[in-house]
């Protein structure tokens, strides 16, 4: 997003002014650079919560995940500045991806099921602390475990989402594989 307002703002000014001439309406001349600056406001926008906290480390209890299985996610993250969360979601979905034909168009169409989410509760942390918990997960034994194909793809992930007051959340995802297992 970044890259499409730099170009965006870029194009504006060094193609479309010399071209517009003096007649052009002063109201288009703002126009072209304002959708620029949206554009790269809009791609930093997720990075200003990185300026709050570091990356979670997620650690899972299992090397291997199975389906019907039950894990433990241990979750830590620091704080660089003092930071009011009012709460983290973790979130474990699965993505399903589909690619079929029409002629020559490939449409590609992506559905995701949240299939758990657990709340932990928020709080104030000063600058150098770290929070940390444990949280128990189970992959449903009605679950797909993971699977790519030719025009078919299953996926895990587990998606972070830290509400931080007066700032954007914090929004993160973890990719998971998850084995076929048999079940009893």
Do not use: C
């Amino acid at each position: 997003m970044i890259l499409i307002g730099v170009a965006w703002t870029v194009i504006s000014g060094v193609i479309i002014f010399p071209l517009s001439g003096i007649d052009a309406s002063l109201l288009l001349l703002l126009i072209f650079p304002a959708v620029g600056l949206v554009a790269i406001a809009a791609g930093i926008y997720p990075w200003i919560a990185w300026l709050r906290v570091t990356r979670p480390e997620i650690v899972l209890d299992k090397p291997t995940l199975g389906v019907g299985e039950t894990f433990t996610v241990s979750y830590s993250q620091n704080f660089k500045h003092r930071s009011e969360v009012r709460g983290i979601q973790l979130v474990l979905v699965t993505r399903e991806t589909t690619h079929h034909y029409a002629g020559k168009n490939t449409h590609t169409l992506h559905h995701e099921s949240v299939i758990v989410q657990v709340d932990h509760p928020g709080q104030t942390y000063d600058a150098g602390e770290t929070l940390v918990f444990s949280q128990p997960i189970e992959i449903p034994k009605s679950g797909m475990h993971t699977f790519h194909a030719m025009n078919n793809s299953i996926d895990w992930a587990l998606k972070v989402k830290a509400d931080i007051a007066g700032w954007p959340d914090y929004r993160d995802s973890f990719e998971l594989a998850v084995q076929p297992t048999l079940v009893k």
